[in-house]
Nanobody, 116 residues
């Protein structure tokens, strides 16, 4: 059974940092593309970044470029999202995903709130 469990969200002040984790199980982590989306209230789900197992290049939208960094620990089957210099507009539920064969699997999400 595929499982993706996010953690690390919370309340942080503007300018602060958080590191989100996505613990994966039920598939071969090392050969799976995984990534992060976020969804803020009343807004469409926004793609943040992906870690492709066969391509080290990463893409970030301008909204997070230079502040967010994706990484993965293959020994721990865990995907990370380091978020620095957080802004109020980063407030959202952050959701990790895994692309397996023809299906995309989603975690349940973790809430990030940036507020003073």
């Amino acid at each position: 059974e595929v499982q993706l469990v996010e953690s690390g969200g919370g309340l942080v002040q503007p300018g602060g940092s958080l590191r989100l984790s996505c613990a994966a199980s039920g598939f071969t982590f090392t050969s799976t593309t995984m990534g992060w989306f976020r969804q803020a209230p009343g807004k469409e789900r926004e793609f943040i970044t992906a870690s492709r197992w066969d391509n080290p290049n990463t893409y970030y939208p301008d909204s997070v470029k230079g502040r967010f960094t994706i990484s993965r620990d293959n020994a721990k089957n865990t995907l990370y999202l380091q978020m620095n210099n957080l802004k109020p507009e980063d407030t959202a539920v952050y959701i990790c995903y895994a692309d397996l064969r023809v299906s995309r699997y989603w975690g349940q999400g973790t809430q990030v709130t940036v507020s003073s």
